[in-house]
């Protein structure tokens, strides 16, 4: 599904010696896009890919946030709270949103399937599915629900809400994927996943192509 373009992007991944974000690093810096790699603390910098640019960054300063946005044309945000720390989240986005506001620059954010509508239940989403939600991981299922509000709320900024599958591991890259909007996307044995390295895919094409400007997607094989 990945179609490349001519055009050399600018793109800032915050949160990039993670799990999504060192992905994302990796496949955009294979297509011949300018990235940089943010973490917050430079301590990190050699887990980093060195044909990235190192920086150093935190999500929830806007000053920071809004450096960024004057240097880059995409800003895709893969950050995750700790465990117990969940309710920043919603304030972190705030503060991306608030940093990039009024510099033209696209923000994309890597968030959660909570909000995901579960297909032949009537409208149950995820986050009350326990097929697809352990009850562990409810915190930071309600505070990605309340961070894609956020983003809804938002019309400064050229935004985008990523809504990864019910599972997400690490794997292979496939270059493949489907697309979907508000319904959780499973397969024929009700499975809903895909590899971290095929999101990081999705995600670059969504950053060269800009196919949902001021909405949510989701993806899953």
Partial sequence: ???TTPTTLRIAVIGAAGSVGSRVVAEALSRGHQV?????DPARFPELDP?????????GNVEDVAGLGADHDVVISATRPVTGGESALPTTTKA?????????TRLIVVGG???????????????????????????????????????????????TYLSPPALL???ERTGRYR????ELLVDAEGSSAISVEDLAVALVDEAEQARHRRTRFTVAY
């Fill in 1 to 3: 599904m990945t179609t």
């Fill in 36 to 40: 940089t790699a943010v973490v917050r």
């Fill in 51 to 59: 044909a990235a640019r190192a920086r150093s960054g935190d999500a």
């Fill in 96 to 104: 991306l949103l608030a940093g990039l506001a009024g510099s033209g």
């Fill in 113 to 159: 399937a909570a909000t995901l509508t579960v297909p032949g239940t009537g409208g149950t989403t995820v986050v009350d599915d326990p097929r697809f939600l352990s009850p562990e991981y409810r915190p930071i299922a309600l505070a990605c629900a309340e961070q894609l509000a956020v983003c809804r709320a938002e019309t400064a900024v050229d935004w």
């Fill in 169 to 171: 591991e690490p794997g």
């Fill in 179 to 182: 697309l979907g909007t508000d």
